[in-house]
């Protein structure tokens, strides 16, 4: 019983977690958008490359994809993993849940490795930040 309690908890943390660096996501964008010539300017002048503001964005919101890709594939998959789970089932491979589940994806398995993500997503939300996004573009470039 105490294996489930803490499954709970993990999940839950882990679907919170994944929400909170979409909206952070979504919030940073804005900021970039809002920032516009600045950061355009700024991009510009350290990359050497003359884009278009549109050509700049569309590069930063790849940025910010790739960086919460983690935190979507958690948020979109969690429900169907946890009802597998708790109906004794076996979560579908191609499940980035299940693969980290089983191991393939950290050095433990179950719900240690679900605890591993949880720390690195943990992680990503604490250390995303302009300036994060900002040199996650400019490797993008």
């Avoid at 993990?10 to 660096?21: A, E, F, G, P, Q």
């Avoid at 490359?49 to 960086?67: G, M, P, R, T």
């Avoid at 979560?91 to 980035?96: A, C, I, L, S, V």
């Amino acid at each position: 019983m105490e294996d489930l309690s803490r499954l709970q908890e993990v999940l839950s943390n882990l679907k919170d977690c994944s929400s909170s660096i979409i909206s952070a996501s979504l919030q940073l964008f804005n900021d970039i958008l809002v920032e516009g010539d600045d950061i355009h300017n700024r991009f510009k002048k350290e990359t050497g490359k003359n884009l278009s503001a549109d050509e700049i964005d569309k590069l930063f919101d790849q940025a910010i994809k790739n960086y919460t890709k983690d935190a979507h594939t958690v948020k979109k998959q969690i429900d169907t993993f946890a009802k597998t789970l708790v109906h004794g089932g076996e979560p579908d491979e191609d499940n980035f849940l299940a693969q980290v589940w089983s191991g393939d994806v950290y050095d433990n398995t179950e719900i240690d490795a679900l605890d591993d993500l949880y720390d690195d997503l943990c992680n990503q939300e604490s250390n995303f930040t302009l300036e994060t996004i900002f040199n996650k573009t400019m490797e993008l470039d």
